[in-house]
């Protein structure tokens, strides 16, 4: 069974980090490019980075460049999301999405509040 789970969203203030993970199972992970998505409402979904299989090779959206950085433990099945001097214009929902070729999964997502 593939599972896609997002989690270490939450609240937190402008300037402030937060670190998000995306635990998979059910797939062979080390073939999987890794994409963070974020929506926020009323806007469409945004790719924000990516991470190839390896880890060796990121990028990441300039509205968030220098700010959040990929990250991937292939032995753990596992791939971060290090947001850093956030904004309030980074909240959203951030998604998980696991894709190699053809094939695409999606987690339901982790919720991010950036206020004071």
Same mark, same amino acid.
């Given at each position: 069974?593939?599972? /896609?789970? $997002?989690?270490? %969203? %939450?609240? /937190?203030?402008?300037? #402030?980090?937060?670190?998000?993970?995306?635990?998979?199972?059910?797939?062979?992970?080390?073939?999987?490019?890794?994409?963070?998505?974020?929506?926020?409402?009323?806007?469409?979904?945004?790719? /924000? !980075?990516?991470?190839?299989?390896? %880890?060796?090779?990121?990028?990441? !959206?300039?509205?968030?460049?220098?700010?959040?950085? !990929?990250?991937? $433990?292939? %032995?753990?099945?596992?791939?971060?999301?290090?947001? +850093? +001097?956030?904004?309030? $214009?980074?909240?959203?929902?951030?998604?998980? +999405? !696991? @894709?190699?070729?053809?094939?695409?999964?999606?987690? @339901? #997502?982790?919720?991010?509040?950036?206020?004071?």
């Amino acid at each position: 069974q593939v599972q /896609v789970v $997002e989690s270490g %969203g %939450g609240l /937190v203030q402008p300037g #402030g980090s937060l670190k998000l993970s995306c635990t998979a199972s059910g797939f062979t992970f080390t073939r999987y490019e890794i994409r963070w998505y974020r929506q926020a409402p009323g806007k469409e979904r945004e790719l /924000v !980075a990516a991470i190839s299989t390896t %880890g060796y090779t990121t990028n990441t !959206a300039d509205s968030v460049k220098g700010r959040f950085t !990929a990250s991937r $433990e292939n %032995g753990k099945n596992t791939v971060f999301l290090q947001m +850093n +001097n956030l904004k309030p $214009e980074d909240a959203a929902v951030y998604y998980c +999405n !696991a @894709k190699y070729n053809y094939l695409n999964y999606w987690g @339901k #997502g982790t919720l991010v509040t950036v206020s004071s």
